[in-house]
């Protein structure tokens, strides 16, 4: 690989070697200079670069770095949420992949609510728009759609039964071979119909339906993200108009004129034969539904498509 700079480097490594020798026990890295007096050839710990003397330093904690507008949330301290971990806040910005998670929140500075953090982590600051707030002592009934956790992560699902003193749900947003949860001790969101904080809704862009989760509704702009990811405040320049903070396909945050969002219904019921549009990929598909394996699950064939796929509650509704 050296090529015709190996006699170079030969000859480097001999002067020095050679500057080594004549230097006896003496500990010195100067080299020693040639016969004519001029100074000898570099130490070869010259051609290392330095280690840099200070590693970067983190990203400061965001506690909106989408720059949403200002929105304020009434809510007790000790309250459990849904929300997202402090590393993801740190570097979100739009199209990031942003998961909920199940926490609890400590209280308030200003307007920005306090997580205790994770694992026994420190505590971080959220902006109330990226925060669901998790109703107290709600005691689902058997066939509510709800939000609830899995592994600490919110998700949609249908109350099966009471077993004893825990809850069997089956999860409507996960894969169909995914088992039944038994839960005991975690909090719930009862889901009503519309465009609510965790419900599914239908957003048309650029020619297709997409598939998006909704977190929180604001009014009018938001501040861009300048060159770092950090929010820059802006003034409005929609005109009041309703928009959503939304988390589309793999989660990637995005945000959506109202106007574009058609709710999809919490339960469904439909027909064998019916003409519906499921989720898939993370758009909204025309199929046909084949039948109801249990309640809240279906099984679909999609157009142009091979073997049959099953959808649950809030993947499915009536096409447009």
Not at 128 to 142: A, C, M, S, T
Not at 172 to 196: I, S
Not at 201 to 206: D, L
Request: proline fraction near 11%; include cysteine; charged fraction near 20%.
């Amino acid at each position: 690989m050296l090529g015709p700079y190996r006699p170079l480097v030969r000859g480097l490594f001999a002067a020095a070697l050679l500057a080594a020798c004549s230097s006896g026990s003496s500990t010195t890295t100067e080299a020693a200079p040639s016969a004519s007096g001029s100074p000898g050839p570099p130490p070869l710990g010259s051609f290392i670069a330095p280690s840099p003397t200070q590693p970067p330093q983190p990203k400061s904690p965001q506690p909106n770095p989408l720059g949403l507008p200002p929105r304020k949330i009434k809510l007790d301290p000790g309250r459990r949420v849904f929300t997202f971990s402090e590393p993801m806040l740190t570097n979100a910005r739009i199209g990031s992949t942003l998961v909920l998670y199940a926490a609890t929140a400590i209280g308030f500075d200003g307007d920005d609510l306090v997580i205790e953090g994770q694992s026994g982590g420190p505590s971080y600051k959220v902006h109330p728009g990226y925060v669901i707030p998790v109703p107290d002592n709600v005691k689902p009934k058997l066939n509510d759609a709800v939000l609830t956790e899995w592994n600490g992560v919110m998700k949609h699902a249908v109350v099966r039964r009471y077993v004893k003193d825990r809850i069997a749900v089956r999860y409507t947003d996960m894969e169909a071979r995914a088992p039944e949860g038994l839960l005991k001790g975690v909090r719930w969101v009862k889901q009503v119909n519309g465009l609510e904080p965790g419900n599914y809704a239908a957003h048309r862009q650029e020619g297709e339906v997409r598939h998006v989760l909704l977190v929180s509704p604001f009014e009018g702009g938001f501040g861009a993200q300048d060159a770092g990811g950090d929010p820059k405040p802006r003034a409005s320049t929609a005109g009041g108009m309703k928009r959503w903070f939304c988390l589309g396909f793999g989660g990637a945050a995005l945000i959506a004129d109202e106007a574009d969002l058609q709710p999809i219904p919490i339960k469904w019921k439909g027909k064998p034969g019916a003409v519906v549009w499921a989720e898939w990929a993370g758009t909204m598909r025309r199929a046909v539904m084949q039948s109801e394996t249990e309640p809240g699950i279906f099984t679909v064939k999609f157009e142009r498509a091979g073997k049959p796929e099953v959808v649950g509650y809030g993947l499915i509704m009536d096409p447009l």
